[in-house]
């Protein structure tokens, strides 16, 4: 137990890569459900039968971005988006410069899932609510998202667990936090003090978030 | 008043054409309830997706007090709909909103402001029996008080007309008769339009003033419930005054006539049969039988054995004289009959 206090490498560069992984993940969490959240709706409002179906425009957003990208391993998607993320921020290395291919990379994957959640609404909820006389919009902020709200939250929060496993990758290839913590110190040196420690923080920092989403969905649940 | 007329509406699907609808023509006055009653695909709810213009009918009109409502542009849509107050099988109410956010919900549409909407919400609620609900969520209401806050809802534009699609079809029979009697008593108190759909005979007679039968996307009979009820050849009067199952009928024919009578009204007070009885001195065996107060009358529906050497033309002269519809029963509608069963 002595052993993890008294090891300079978690005394000086644990805090560091913690908050290098909590900034990687909250960044892009942030950017992964502003953008997200809009193209699930779009691909759900879109689709035929939809609340106002473009069958080419969704065709071309549904397979070629949305299945494109999420074939594409990440792992290979973060190196090959390197260029794009230091056009975008100046550098290749860091957590900032790491926020951009993790975004990229779980964009389609929340899009799908807000989609799916969507098509969950009951139909007769949006018949009744067409019924009354709401605009597409208001079908789509007072019945659609209003009445999926816990579900959307479930899939934020299992959205935010995957980039907390993304941005472990992330650190490989520059990004820095717990993953580049683990792979230098616990891989490539055999410390296996720092290893076992980042794994633990990471498991902690997982139960937290789905521990949190799980309360508030609960909350936002009258059925 | 609400008139449709002449309403078709043709799916396509691939090459073939599916006619849903096949010119479909009513009109219910205001302050009366209109059934319309068919099986499953006889396009019910193509019917209802048209009135309501969720769906655009191929040709024909739907009007209400005289306003086209079926050929209003796309951008006075909303508007149209909203004369027009909608009650689900299923209420439709949104989960995460109280009865009173339900109910608030089309007024909030429409940017009614917030002291307005809280007094319309509280009278509405109150209409339907539901004081001290406004914050309970459906989840914590019964199904019957689920669907008096989708009446609510459905009352809050101020509709015209309300059209009820299949309203206590999801519910159970105490709980049927509360809502039929809160639509009727709502009816007679707002002067509303009512169109119930329904595949329900049993909501046809306890609140309905008028019936359609539609059949495939035609409207086969129609008329006031005493009218239709009255005409012993109707699909309707069978309807709503079935016999219950008896003796099958080639087994009562080979004893002797067998007789079907359509009493309604003031006949249904008199001792008709008695009459027969001792007019031509035989005896008869009542079969099989049912009697109903509809739309306030009188009706009974008989089916009797008469003795095998029976003058059987006499019998039905003596019946139609006084009113009262009758026909001999036909080895061939025991064969029918039997086919059915």
């Known amino acids: ?223 | 008043m609400i008139t449709v007329t002449d309403l078709r509406k043709v799916y396509r699907q691939g090459k073939m054409e599916v006619v849903a609808l096949d010119g479909v023509t009513l009109s219910v006055p205001k302050g009366s309830i209109h059934g319309i009653i068919g099986h499953s695909g006889a396009g019910k709810s193509t019917l209802v997706r048209c009135l309501t213009l969720l769906d655009r009918p191929t040709s024909g009109s739907v009007s209400i007090d005289g306003t086209e409502l079926s050929s209003v542009r796309d951008s006075e849509i909303r508007a149209a709909r909203r004369r027009i107050g909608m009650v689900f099988q299923h209420a439709n109410l949104m989960d995460s909103r109280t009865a009173a956010g339900n109910v608030a919900h089309p007024l909030e549409l429409v940017k009614t402001p917030k002291d307005k909407i809280r007094t319309r919400v509280a009278e509405l609620l109150k209409l339907v029996g539901l004081e001290g609900f406004e914050n309970a969520y459906p989840s914590q209401l019964s199904g019957g008080q689920r669907q008096r806050v989708g009446i609510a809802r459905a009352l809050a534009s101020d509709p015209e007309v309300l059209l009820c699609d299949e309203p206590t079809s999801a519910l159970d029979p105490a709980t049927t008769e509360e809502i039929l009697d809160l639509i009727q008593d709502l009816t007679r108190r707002l002067q509303l339009t009512v169109l119930i759909i329904t595949h329900e005979m049993n909501v046809v007679k306890r609140v309905c003033d008028s019936v359609s039968l539609l059949s495939r996307g035609r409207i086969i009979e129609h008329g006031a419930l005493q009218e239709v009820a009255g005409e012993l050849d109707s699909k309707l009067a069978r309807a709503l005054l079935p016999l219950p199952p008896s003796e099958p009928l080639h087994g009562a024919l080979q004893r002797g006539p067998v007789l079907e009578i359509l009493f309604s009204g003031e006949s249904a007070k008199e001792p008709v049969l008695t009459g027969v009885a001792r007019h031509f001195d035989m005896d008869l065996n009542v079969l099989a039988g049912s009697v109903e107060t509809l739309g306030g009358q009188q009706f009974g529906h008989l089916r009797v054995q008469l003795a095998e050497n029976a003058d059987f033309d006499a019998v039905l002269h003596y019946l139609h004289e006084r009113g009262i519809s009758a026909k001999r029963v036909a080895a061939d509608a025991a064969a029918a009959e039997e086919g059915a069963n």
């Open chain 1, 1 to 223: 137990m002595n052993d993890i206090f008294s090891n300079p490498v978690l005394a000086r560069a644990l805090p560091e890569a913690i908050m290098e992984t909590l900034q990687m993940v909250g960044i892009s969490a942030f950017f992964t459900v502003l953008i997200g959240l809009p193209l699930g709706v779009f691909l759900h409002v879109t689709a035929p039968g939809g609340l106002r179906p473009m069958p080419v425009t969704n065709r071309i957003l549904s397979d070629v971005i949305v299945n494109i990208t999420r074939s594409i391993p990440f792992a290979i998607l973060m190196v090959a988006l390197i260029p794009l993320a230091r056009a975008l921020t100046g550098t290749s290395l860091g957590p900032i410069a790491a926020s951009v291919s993790l975004s990229i990379g779980t964009i389609p994957f929340f899009a799908r899932l807000v989609e799916s959640c969507l098509r969950d609404v009951h139909h007769g909820k949006i018949d009744a609510a067409q019924v009354m006389g709401s605009t597409n919009m208001q079908v789509i902020s007072k019945v659609m998202l209003r009445e999926s709200l816990p579900a959307l939250v479930a899939a934020a929060t299992t959205t935010v667990v995957t980039l907390v496993g993304y941005s472990a990758m992330a650190g490989l290839v520059g990004g820095g936090g717990l993953g580049k913590l683990a792979y230098n110190y616990g891989f490539q040196r055999f410390d296996v003090t720092v290893m076992i420690v980042t794994i633990v923080l990471i498991v902690v920092l997982v139960q937290v978030i789905q521990l949190v989403g799980e309360r508030i969905s609960r909350g936002l649940d009258h059925r």
